[in-house]
């Protein structure tokens, strides 16, 4: 009796389990569904049921990864037939709110992108910028990059200077100096991963100055450069100017051009002296001889008057000044910098002539390079 | 980059080399273009004052650097200079190697294997490289010529005194400045270049 009634259970569930399936497909044939595909089978289509009366929102990442260089972008979506543009960007989710009172379809197309990285700098732009709004950009697209060639790191003091590019590592070239402040590549063509390095150098500034006259050899330059500086001293009226040393660096002498090695920012002022004796020479001599011939004149004249002390006393002046005194060597100082400057040089010479000092590196001291 | 320091520390250490990878360094390789990579590597470091790029070393022993030039260069150097020691690799990034010398004197030795173990037995001088191509700084060699321009107008000034051309005052006041210039100098060429300037100009 027990097996019976067991039986009996078994068999009733069975049986509404078949019926329950029957319904559920029934109520599934009879609902509305969304079909989404792909263009060209970017990724697998699939089906989904839409319940009348309830809102529908599509989801779809904006990107999605190719293989290691290279991801697809989405660009557009058709709604059963009509096409629309999709606001193009990077990252998160597409979304998209389907109508639930029939089936629709929704075709997604993509495009390919590409990465184009850049080193060396960041002061740089894309031209045109990445439909993206990032590094990346679609197949087929031909992508210059604009880049500004110095970036000043020390204001006045330090600078960065671009001096070069390369496309992938293996293509090189340099940037040359045409007085413009920025430099574009030529269009790249984006049909797969590039990077483009630039080449820096770092400038300093060299800042001769000076109380009178006018400086010559302030600028930028890079480190290892031998600059020749110098000073156009002038004078005031009869007064002239004479540079006495120059100040605030090692400076070297090449004959009579004194020289700064450029090894960081550097400032250099020139120690002006003033030279009195064009004023001697063109006023108080005059006066002086004036003075002796008028007071003969009066003498002459007046020949019971005492003149002799007065006499001795200005041709003493006269003589004094028309002959100084000169033991010693006044430009002694000078002399011997400049010998110091000609040894210097002469051992740089004997470096080079031993082979100690390569082609390369005897240039940056001559200042040619 | 590497720092001076270490550059300096390649220059002043002799390495010892097997005959086998010696050979490198002697005429009879002259041809070779291992011998050719080993020498532009040198004159490229010492230009750039640290490690150098494939391209450029394919650039410079070829005339090129496209791939199939650098394919070459690398294999060249991984088969020889690598596995004898005579170059370092260094990966500065995954697309960035460069390779720099691991010393510029060389001392050729023999070794050999008897009862009492193995041992080594140099054989003929210290082989270094061209002097020209150590990565010397510009700054080392300013400072020599300048310690030869200083040490010259000192013994000028002292000749020039005794000789009466300038007076006690003058002679002083010059003395003590290029004194102190030349004591600077020293200063700089015995903390910051110790060793090398005997290695430099001394066995020039």
Redesign the interface.
């Given at each position: 009796m027990k097996l019976l009634i067991i039986f009996g259970l078994v068999l009733s569930s069975l049986i509404f389990a078949l019926n329950y399936d029957d319904i559920a497909y029934a109520q599934f044939s009879n609902q509305n569904t969304l079909k989404v595909s792909f263009e060209n089978n970017l990724l697998p289509s699939y089906e989904m049921p839409l319940v009348s009366g309830q809102t529908f929102t599509l989801t779809q990442n904006h990107s999605w990864v190719q293989d290691e260089t290279s991801r697809y972008n989405l660009a557009s979506y058709t709604l059963d037939g009509e096409t629309v543009k999709i606001s193009r960007t990077a990252r998160g989710d597409f979304t998209l709110t389907i109508p639930t009172d029939s089936s629709h379809s929704v075709v997604f197309t993509a495009v390919p992108q590409y990465a184009l990285s850049v080193e060396g700098t960041n002061d740089f732009s894309y031209l045109p910028s990445s439909p993206t709004n990032d590094n990346w950009f679609d197949l087929g697209t031909e992508v210059s990059i604009n880049v500004q060639k110095t970036t000043e790191i020390e204001a006045n003091k330090v600078r960065q200077e671009i001096t070069g590019w390369s496309l992938d590592?293996?293509e090189?070239w340099n940037i040359d100096d045409d007085g413009s402040t920025s430099f574009t590549t030529p269009p790249i063509m984006m049909n797969e991963y590039h990077?483009v390095d630039f080449f820096t150098s770092y400038q300093y500034k060299l800042n001769v100055i000076s109380d009178s006259g006018e400086t010559s050899g302030s600028g930028w330059y890079e480190q290892?450069i031998t600059v020749p500086i110098g000073l156009d001293a002038g004078g005031d009226g009869l007064v002239l100017n004479s540079l006495s040393e120059w100040e605030g660096a090692d400076v070297t002498y090449d004959g009579n051009v004194a020289q700064v090695?450029i090894?960081g920012p550097v400032t250099v002022s020139a120690k002006v002296e003033k030279n009195y004796s064009l004023v001697v020479g063109m006023i108080i001599i005059p006066i002086l001889i004036i003075g002796v011939v008028g007071y003969r004149k009066f003498k002459n004249r007046s020949p019971q008057v005492e003149e002799k002390p007065v006499e001795r006393i200005v041709e003493k002046v006269i003589e004094r000044v028309e002959e100084p005194e000169k033991?010693?060597?006044d430009g002694?100082?000078k002399k011997?910098s400049e010998?110091?400057?000609e040894?210097?040089?002469s051992?740089?010479d004997e470096?080079y002539s031993?082979?100690?000092?390569?082609?390369?590196?005897f240039l940056?001291?001559s200042g040619i390079d | 980059m590497l720092s001076e320091e270490d550059l300096i520390a390649r220059i002043m250490k002799v390495k010892s080399l097997k005959e086998n990878c010696f050979k490198y360094l002697e005429e009879i390789s002259k041809e070779l273009l291992t011998q050719k990579i080993l020498f532009a590597i040198a004159e490229l470091t010492a230009e750039k004052m640290g490690p150098v790029k494939l391209s450029e070393i394919a650039e410079k022993t070829t005339g090129a650097h496209d791939k199939s030039k650098q394919d070459l260069v690398r294999l060249t150097i991984e088969k020889s200079l690598l596995k004898c020691g005579l170059a370092e690799k260094l990966k500065y990034a995954s697309n960035d190697v460069r390779y720099i010398l691991t010393a510029y004197r060389f001392q050729k030795i023999k070794e050999i294997d008897s009862f009492r173990g193995e041992s080594s037995q140099p054989i003929g001088d210290v082989f270094e490289l061209p002097k020209n191509t150590w990565p010397i700084s510009d700054e080392f060699y300013l400072l020599l010529a300048k310690k030869h321009g200083y040490e010259q107008s000192l013994k000028k000034l002292h000749s020039d005194f005794d000789s009466d051309v300038i007076p006690r005052g003058k002679y002083e006041t010059l003395n003590s400045d290029y004194k102190k210039s030349l004591d600077q100098i020293n200063e700089k060429l015995d903390s910051k270049y110790s060793g090398l300037e005997a290695l430099v100009v001394s066995e020039s």
């Open positions: 590592k293996s090189f990077l290892g090695f090894d033991k010693y060597d002694y100082d011997l010998y110091l400057s040894q210097i040089k051992k740089l470096m031993e082979k100690i000092i390569s082609d390369s590196k940056k001291f | -």
